[in-house]
């Protein structure tokens, strides 16, 4: 018990710290769009959230399964003993096999990536490409810190970035420089400036012997290494489409060109929170892991049950205070033609509460190895969403995207909370698992 308590202790400081970071990087990329939106015109603007919206579903699909295996991994391993030598040849292989993999459908689609989806702009397209290339060693570091609860290191890395993309829209907006080749620009540059943090944790790494080495890192096979970052990599599409599929939805089928970029502005509230969640889930997922390790069953729970509070209480509050002001709040941070409905608003917001509390439940599920029920759960709610946005049952393509985020969210919590009460009785039969409703 001592242990598990320690290391709750840790995971209190450790998430305090990284959310400061995050909570920074959070409203540094809030003002990146808010800027960007006043530097260009609404068309222009409606391509700016699609690069970003396509970006970050590819980089957070392929790249995220890897930080989450390095943080259990190392995690678990540190709970139980084995500070040195953690496995990174099996990460290494998968991370660098996802990034060729991108590159070389990228350049065969370079055509319609082009033409169909950034209306002939060369620039975008080669924006998206480096970006994608860039952001591999920034999620492998942010996988080796977390595993090793580096959290300052961590927030620094992903402040660092939102700060750069900032300046780029900045130096457009006071006329430095035009245009929106220069604000799409910032997205590239970024993972370049974060990856000045990856030298410092990488010096931190103990010297192991060549034969050590060698045995460490056969505890991670590729087979075993390679099905928990497949389930995460599906997990990672589900999320994405429930944050960017009714942007592109609303891009395909609207008649209005800017309604793309009123969805993306509006799901921003959900954005914005589930950015700063990345802070407890940089903390939680290594937390958890260690404390599966090490039997401390009481402290996984209560670690759960605080978290799911905390989000409610944050998701309540953002819903009532767009109830109240979202319209008038939304009017002054973009400068664009959309007229936001305070319900739609509010319905975003409980959402984002449902959509937070299920990423609780996820990294549960991560931490005791049940990414493959988790990543089913994911995906009957991403599938659930998209096909709401086709069907048209809301004729206006904002609100539909808000009152069908709602819903996904909300089914995805409920699915979860199955996963995490059976992962919990499969563990510990005789017990009562405790477990938050969404």
């Known amino acids: ?70 943080s259990r991994t190392i995690a678990d391993r ?27 459908v990228a350049l065969a689609l370079k055509g319609p990536i082009e033409n169909d989806l950034f209306d002939g ?69 970024a993972p370049f400036v974060s990856l000045v943090v990856v030298p410092w944790a990488f010096s931190r790494r103990p010297r192991v012997s060549a034969r050590k080495q060698e045995e460490d890192e056969e505890a991670l096979g590729l087979a075993r290494g390679g099905r928990f970052a497949v389930a995460v990599l599906c997990i990672m599409i589900a999320e994405q489409t429930l944050l960017n599929g009714g942007v592109l939805a609303a891009d395909l089928t609207a008649t209005n060109a800017a309604v793309a970029g009123y969805v993306f502005n ?36 209560k670690a759960i049950r605080i978290t799911v509070l905390a989000i409610a209480g944050f998701a309540g509050a953002v819903a009532l205070g767009l109830l109240l002001l979202g319209p008038f709040a939304m009017s002054i941070l973009f400068h664009d033609s959309a007229t936001y409905g305070r319900f739609g ?12 509390v299920a990423g609780t439940l996820n990294q549960a599920a991560l931490a005791r190895d049940h990414a493959s029920s ?45 996963v995490y009460r059976r992962s919990g009785a499969v563990k510990q039969p005789a017990a009562k698992t405790s477990a938050s409703n969404c």
């Open 1 to 70: 018990m001592g242990a598990a308590a320690k290391r709750s202790s840790g995971y209190g400081t450790g998430a305090k710290i990284l959310s400061v970071g995050i909570a920074s990087t959070g409203v540094v990329t809030f003002a990146y769009f808010s800027v960007a939106s006043y530097a260009l015109n609404d068309i222009d603007y409606k391509a700016i959230s699609l690069l970003w919206s396509v970006l970050f579903v590819i980089v957070s699909v392929i790249y995220r399964p890897i930080e989450q295996l390095l």
């Open 78 to 104: 540190r709970a139980r003993g084995l500070h040195e030598g953690h496995p990174l040849r099996t990460p290494m292989l998968i991370q660098a096999a996802f990034a060729l993999a991108f590159l070389v």
């Open 121 to 189: 702009s060369a620039a975008l397209y080669w924006v998206l490409v480096v970006a994608v290339l860039a952001y591999a060693a920034s999620y492998f570091a942010r996988g080796w810190l977390a595993g090793h609860q580096w959290f300052a290191l961590y927030g620094a890395l992903v402040f660092m970035e939102a700060t750069s993309r900032l300046l780029f829209a900045v130096a457009v907006a006071i006329g430095i420089a035009s245009g929106q080749t220069v604000v799409a620009m910032g997205m590239a540059a």
């Open 266 to 301: 509006a799901l921003l509230i959900a954005r914005a929170p589930l950015q700063l969640f990345q802070a407890v889930q940089g903390s939680l997922l290594p937390h958890l892991s260690g404390l599966e390790a090490t039997e401390g069953r009481a402290q996984f729970t």
């Open 345 to 356: 608003l509010a319905a975003v917001a409980i959402g984002m509460g449902a959509h937070l």
């Open 374 to 418: 988790a990543a089913v759960a994911w995906l009957v709610s991403a599938v659930a969403f998209v096909v709401w946005m086709l069907v048209g049952v809301v004729s206006d393509e904002l609100l539909r995207a808000e009152v069908g985020y709602l819903g996904a969210a909300s089914l995805l919590c409920l699915l979860l909370t199955v």
